[in-house]
């Protein structure tokens, strides 16, 4: 993940994982854009509600599984 010092993601790039084909696999671009949509969002201290997996509510929501590991780690 780049970071400028603000904290707007410049971008989130998945290097390896052991997803499943077709279900959790859409994490790489070159099979979606998906991970393209943590582009240009913020996060600091004040916005980490916003970036929590919820089912019915916050910033990511409708989203298939791969917030549920990847977003977690992205605001470590």
Do not use: C, Y
Not at 19 to 25: M, Y
Not at 32 to 57: C, G, P, Q, R, Y
């Amino acid at each position: 993940m780049g970071l400028t010092p603000e904290g707007e993601v410049l971008g989130v790039r998945v290097i390896e994982h052991h997803e499943t084909p077709g279900l959790g696999d859409k994490i790489e671009l070159r099979i979606s854009n998906w991970i393209l949509s943590f582009n240009h969002k913020l996060i600091n201290e004040t916005n980490l509600n916003d970036w929590a997996v919820k089912k019915t509510a916050g910033n990511l929501i409708n989203f298939p599984v791969q917030p549920l590991r990847l977003v977690p780690s992205l605001i470590k």
